[in-house]
């Protein structure tokens, strides 16, 4: 039976011992969220110093300003922010360097990849886990998205684990210490199927940023903007994982790609789209759930109200744009996948990804598949409760009125009353 985890301290957390510490920590350090003091601390950390065409420090400036500004961020909520732009920094002169040294690797295809769409909390991770356990797809776990191009000066002793590897479990490690209800919401162990979103930070753009700060600055910038040179990043960066460790055919996703269908498929023009649908008001309450109890290490205080009308407006935004440039999908290449079909047929909704792909659904991949469903069931880690009167102070009628447009052409089944 799956445990039930009810988190009763979202507005007024109980800190634990370990989370205490973390924050204490963050208070120690003084970190200089400019982009001088970013780039210097890649540069000493990677002993190179060609970043590129600089026009990613217009962004960057963004991303650091918006933080810097912000009273109520703590300590730690601003050492994570200059670390992860340093990670985000050196991984871009890595790529930049390899790609000097071979510019062949630009000429690698990035044939036919099946591309996984949807809104955040709708079964998209759980369904390109499932896809990738595939051996014939090139997927992306998490400890390579975090660090694409390995440190030359490194190695990897003959049977052990990769350097990179052994970083992000020690990273995975931290978070279940300090965050421990986060593998019930959303695992991030190093072997996990990441979002090649994050092959756009090392160009610092996507708005993988939103879900670790509060930077509706950033949203408005990010949206006036046109994404595609950002998808172009990304794919040189996918070329270069899949001249590394090279496979049959890749399997994506990131529900970004809601509001970039264009960006996307001229991106990728002969991608398989498989766009999974959910009840807005479930996606909502666990994301608005999600991002409060986090935010209790890096705000003072955690604002489940911001969170709940920011995701509503977010939620609404992803949508309102796939459903304008529904018409840019390829009929004969796109799946809808509704939430309550994919949780009752989990093998049967792959079949008609396979399909529409063109591709054959072995024995052998049938056993990979099958395998990863069976040691992955829902709820393995626990099953968080969601409650948005007791929590947010709102009924579900209330969350779900902006999203008529969508219920009225998407078959949505109900999930919260």
């Not at 990670?87 to 040294?101: P, Y």
């Not at 994982?241 to 498929?265: A, I, N, T």
Request: proline share 7%; glycine share 4%.
């Amino acid at each position: 039976m799956t445990d039930k985890i009810r988190i009763d301290d979202l507005a007024k957390p109980r800190l634990t011992p370990a989370q205490e510490a973390a924050i204490a920590y963050g208070e120690s350090r003084t970190v200089h969220l400019t982009v001088d003091a970013v780039l210097g601390a890649a540069t000493q950390a990677s002993g190179l110093d060609d970043f590129g065409p600089d026009d990613f420090r217009e962004r960057l400036e963004l991303w650091l300003s918006e933080m810097g500004k912000d009273d109520e961020r703590t300590g730690l909520g601003r050492v994570s922010m200059f670390d992860d732009c340093v990670r985000h920094a050196v991984n871009r002169l890595r790529i930049h360097e390899l790609l000097r040294r071979h510019p062949e690797i630009r000429d690698v295809p990035i044939e036919r990849p099946v591309i996984v769409v949807g809104l955040p909390r709708s079964g998209t991770t759980h369904l390109v886990n499932l896809i990738a356990a595939d051996e014939r797809f090139r997927s992306m776990p998490l400890w390579e998205a975090r660090e694409p191009v390995p440190d030359s000066r490194e190695t990897t002793p003959p049977g052990g684990a990769d350097p990179r590897w052994s970083r992000g479990n020690r990273a995975w490690n931290a978070l279940q210490s300090t965050l421990p209800l986060m593998a019930s919401m959303h695992p991030m162990s190093p072997d996990h199927v990441h979002e090649e979103l994050e092959l756009e930070l090392p160009d610092f753009s996507s708005y993988q940023i939103e879900w670790a700060a509060r930077c509706p600055g950033w949203r408005d910038y990010y949206l006036s903007h046109d994404q595609t040179p950002h998808y172009a990043y990304m794919r040189t960066v996918l070329q270069i994982l899949q001249w590394q460790r090279p496979r049959e055919r890749w399997v994506l996703k990131s529900p970004q790609h809601l509001e970039q269908l264009g960006p996307l498929l001229a991106t990728f023009p002969d991608a398989t789209v498989v766009v999974t649908h959910r009840d807005p008001v479930s996606v909502i309450q666990s994301t608005a759930t999600m991002m409060t109890y986090s935010a209790r290490l890096h705000y003072r205080h955690t604002r489940p109200e911001w969170y709940l009308e920011y995701w509503t407006d977010r939620i609404r935004r992803l949508l309102e744009s796939a459903v304008r440039d529904r018409d840019r999908l390829p009929a004969n290449r796109t799946v809808d996948v509704y939430f309550h079909e994919f949780m009752a047929d989990q093998f049967g909704t792959v079949e008609r990804i396979y399909s529409a792909a063109g591709l054959e659904f072995t024995a052998e991949a049938r056993a990979q598949v099958a395998a990863y469903r069976d040691a992955h069931p829902r709820g393995k880690d626990g099953q968080v409760v969601y409650d948005l009167r007791h929590d947010f102070g709102v009924t579900p009628r209330e969350v779900r009125s902006p999203f008529g447009f969508y219920l009225d052409m998407f078959p949505v089944r109900e999930e919260v009353q």
